[in-house]
């Protein structure tokens, strides 16, 4: 299965500056729950945003364009296909994690979505690209916990392609 995960704000902010722009430990944990022992799928951009840091437990994909890009303890993959011929023989999960570009790339192949929404605005300059919501069913929302560490109001939505 492929999937997107991500987290943005109420007007689509994903990131800024190659970072997240907010801190929201419930959503860490939840990507971590999504992805750990499965395959995440991330541009060249992102993953520097991550210091270079493969994420641990999990097959990190890299897409990039240049030939040349070379990480320790990832994938470097160069095209769609080169990502889609990996999942389909995958037994685990493949989740497309950003950023904007790599999301638009697998619009048309994706089965899942995973979104975390923060009722809040944020500064950012990296947006989640337009999705056709018609296209979609809402299977599954969750409403995070807000406490000390947990400042935004947010909520955990599951969607489905519709058949």
């Known amino acids: 299965m492929i999937a997107f995960l991500w987290a943005q704000d109420k007007n689509g902010v994903i990131g800024y500056k190659g970072t997240l722009p907010w801190y929201l430990p419930n959503d860490l944990k939840f990507f971590k729950q ?41 994938k ?5 296909e080169e990502v889609l011929d990996f999942a389909k023989d995958y037994s685990g999960d493949t989740l497309i994690t950003g950023g904007a570009n790599v999301f638009s790339f697998f619009m048309d192949d994706v089965d899942v979505l995973h979104r975390t929404i923060i009722e809040g605005e944020f500064e950012g300059d990296t947006f989640i690209p337009e999705i056709d919501w018609t296209k979609w069913k809402l299977e599954k929302t969750e409403e995070g916990i807000l406490d000390d560490r947990n400042k935004y109001p947010h909520i955990f939505e599951t969607f489905a392609r519709k058949k």
Do not use: C, W
Not at 51 to 71: E, H, S
Not at 76 to 80: D, F, G, K, P, T
């Open 34 to 74: 999504m992805t750990i022992n499965n395959a995440v799928v991330m541009g060249r951009k992102t993953f520097e945003g991550m210091n270079k840091r493969p994420l641990p437990d999990r097959i990190n994909i890299i897409l990039t364009t240049d030939p040349n890009y070379q990480a320790d303890g990832v």
């Open 76 to 80: 470097i993959m160069h095209s769609r």
